[in-house]
């Protein structure tokens, strides 16, 4: 299994700023994907980022809120732009597994509140 | 309707309790299915692929039912560090990598 950090682990932020988390692997990855899970919810696809090509987003998510980047095969950012309250949520990087395209392997994620 | 449905519990069993969840999903094409747990304030990790054969890993066994379109899991003799949120996971087939999580299922074991 791939080893997976994030930065920041955690952070507070005030209302209309703007957040990059970033996601780094310790293997080269072909695709990389960030998650979004709210207070008592289960985990939500934000989009997919491929090296080399823009993220594919999710249906309710856009790239003007959620601009993601991929410069190469071991590294992503998520930037969470004009935060509002309702940005407040665990965002998690994850890769996809060796043995099994559809297992994923999970960053340890982003506790982010917005006040 | 949700496309992946678990019951999202609280499940208090103790010690040495079997236990079952089961996950109920809306897409007849799904093609890949798993089991993930997630401890509190931590993040989710696999805990087993489900087959169409059905497969065990020590106390945990996982079937799957295509027709009803619907998977479990069996937790035999429950032991104290099993308590978490218990994630039901399903992939599309085809659908590249659009995994659908369900909201999950929380076990507490209690001594």
């Known amino acids: 299994s791939a080893v997976i950090s994030q930065k920041p682990s955690r952070d507070i932020c005030q209302r209309g700023t703007s957040l990059t988390i970033q996601c780094q692997v310790d293997?080269?990855?072909?695709?990389m994907f960030w998650y979004r899970q709210q207070p008592g919810q289960s985990l939500t696809l934000i989009a997919t980022?491929?090296?080399?090509?823009?993220?594919?987003?999710e249906s309710g998510f856009v790239i003007d809120k959620f601009p993601i980047s991929r410069p190469n095969l071991t590294f992503s950012t998520l930037t969470v732009s004009n935060m509002s309250p309702e940005d407040s949520s665990i965002y998690l990087c994850?890769?996809?597994?060796?043995?099994?395209?559809?297992?994923?392997?999970f960053g340890p994620g982003t506790r982010l509140t917005v006040l | 309707r949700k496309e992946v449905e678990q019951d999202p519990g609280p499940f208090n069993v103790p010690e040495g309790a079997t236990v079952a969840f089961n996950c109920t999903y809306s897409?007849?094409?799904?093609?890949?299915f798993f089991w993930y747990r997630q401890d509190c304030r931590k993040e989710p990790k696999l805990l087993m692929s489900?087959?169409?054969s059905g497969n065990e890993d020590g106390r945990f066994t996982a079937q799957l039912n295509r027709a009803s379109q619907y998977i479990s899991l069996l937790i035999r003799d429950s032991k104290l560090s099993d308590s978490a949120t218990y994630l039901c996971?399903?992939?599309?087939?085809?659908?590249?990598?659009?995994?659908?999580f369900g909201a999950g299922t929380r076990l507490f074991v209690k001594a």
């Open positions: 996971v399903v992939t599309p087939r085809g659908g590249g990598f659009k995994t659908i």
């Open positions: 293997s080269q990855v072909t695709m």
């Open positions: 980022a491929n090296q080399g090509s823009e993220a594919t987003y």
């Open positions: 489900v087959y169409s």
């Open positions: 897409n007849s094409a799904s093609q890949s």
């Open positions: 994850s890769v996809e597994g060796v043995r099994s395209y559809n297992e994923q392997f």
